[in-house]
């Protein structure tokens, strides 16, 4: 980004104020930067528990297999999910609360015994997945703020900082170059001024002194 400026007092000032404002925000930046950081790692940590925990709940599902042939996958349905929005490092998230479910009645004499741990093991597989796709949202989220965080870190920290810096030294050796130069022009001015009423007192000396001399 192209810094644009003149060089006098105002655009100085204008300069002046820009760079204090972004010293004064970049470590508030920084900070936001090492949370996100932080809470993306953290996030994606919870992802990797929750494969793991799907991989761990799908083996259990597997060693069954023979039994899920019985079981009617059609008495279960997810009909909802409850969630809400939670700022984390300034970033709005959504959380999962609750998954809501609804059932078909069957018969407990007529269907297998193991049906009600089959509810209860499709249930935590369902909400487990679910919960999957929320924190990935999040990590995908709190990611894209981290990127752009940290462009504006690094926009601030070694473009526009450095460029508000450069633009004022160079402002300000220009002004004091000026103002050098006009002393430098005053003091010219001045002995010439000074030399001309040297030469003009002279000159009414010799004049005076050729008048008293031809008396």
């Not at 810096?165 to 006009?182: G, H, P, T, V, Y």
């Amino acid at each position: 980004m192209a810094i644009t400026y003149q060089f006098n007092k105002t655009s100085l000032q204008s300069l002046e104020k820009n760079l204090k404002m972004r010293k004064r925000t970049l470590p508030t930046l920084q900070s936001k930067e090492s949370a996100l950081r932080l809470e993306v790692k953290r996030a994606k940590d919870e992802i990797k528990a929750l494969d793991e925990e799907v991989e761990r709940r799908i083996k259990d599902y597997d060693q069954m297999i023979t039994l899920w042939g019985e079981f009617d996958t059609t008495l279960l349905h997810v009909d909802d999910v409850k969630m809400t929005i939670k700022k984390i490092a300034g970033v709005r998230v959504p959380v999962l609360e609750e998954v809501i479910y609804s059932t078909k009645e069957f018969s407990i004499f007529s269907a297998p015994k193991w049906f009600a741990d089959g509810f209860s093991q499709l249930k935590a597989i369902a909400e487990v997945g679910i919960r999957q796709e929320f924190v990935r949202r999040k990590v995908d989220l709190l990611e894209y703020a981290r990127k752009k965080t940290t462009q504006k870190v690094n926009l601030f920290e070694k473009v526009q900082i450095p460029g508000y810096e450069d633009a004022i030294r160079k402002i300000k050796r220009f002004m004091e170059d000026e103002e050098n130069l006009s002393k430098s022009s005053q003091k010219i001015v001045k002995s010439k001024r000074e030399r001309e009423a040297q030469a003009k007192e002279a000159q009414a000396r010799l004049e005076s002194e050729g008048k008293e001399a031809a008396l």
